[in-house]
């Protein structure tokens, strides 16, 4: 199983970016795949999930409305679309994947649940 998650960047305030998850090695229809961050000296946060067979989804509070979560199955792609960036939301970010069964974990944004990781991708949001 291998996630390569990539589209991270500096970014003003009120910018937006698209972060890409691709996910090989494994039958993409049969897990969840969650976006998680981490900022400096802070825990690991769940942002979003997507259940793929599904796409039925999940975003934290601070990231309602701001953020989408979108799947495209032919490319076996997890998309993060982030819009109005703000400061806080600068962090490594991270996508996961689990088994769907399992998937109750990515949903309640509990990274420790998650069996797969990527490497991280560098968000900041800086003026």
């Known amino acids: 199983v291998q996630l390569q998650a990539s589209g991270g960047g500096l970014v003003q305030p009120g910018g937006s970016l698209r972060l890409s998850c691709v996910a090989s090695?494994?039958?993409?229809?049969?897990?969840?795949i969650g976006w998680f961050r981490q900022a400096p000296g802070k825990e690991r946060e769940g942002v979003s999930c997507?259940?793929?067979?599904?796409?039925?989804?999940y975003y934290t509070n601070s990231v309602q409305g701001r953020f989408t979560i979108s799947k495209d199955n032919a490319k076996n792609t997890v998309y993060l679309q982030m819009n109005r960036l703000e400061s806080e939301d600068t962090a490594v970010y991270y996508c996961?994947?689990?088994?769907?069964?399992?998937?109750?974990?990515?949903?309640?944004?509990?990274?420790?649940?998650?069996?797969?990781w990527g490497k991280g991708t560098q968000v900041t949001v800086s003026s």
């Open positions: 997507i259940v793929i067979s599904d796409g039925s989804t």
């Open positions: 996961a994947a689990v088994s769907q069964e399992y998937g109750h974990y990515c949903t309640a944004g509990a990274y420790y649940g998650m069996d797969y």
């Open positions: 090695l494994f039958v993409f229809e049969h897990y969840a």
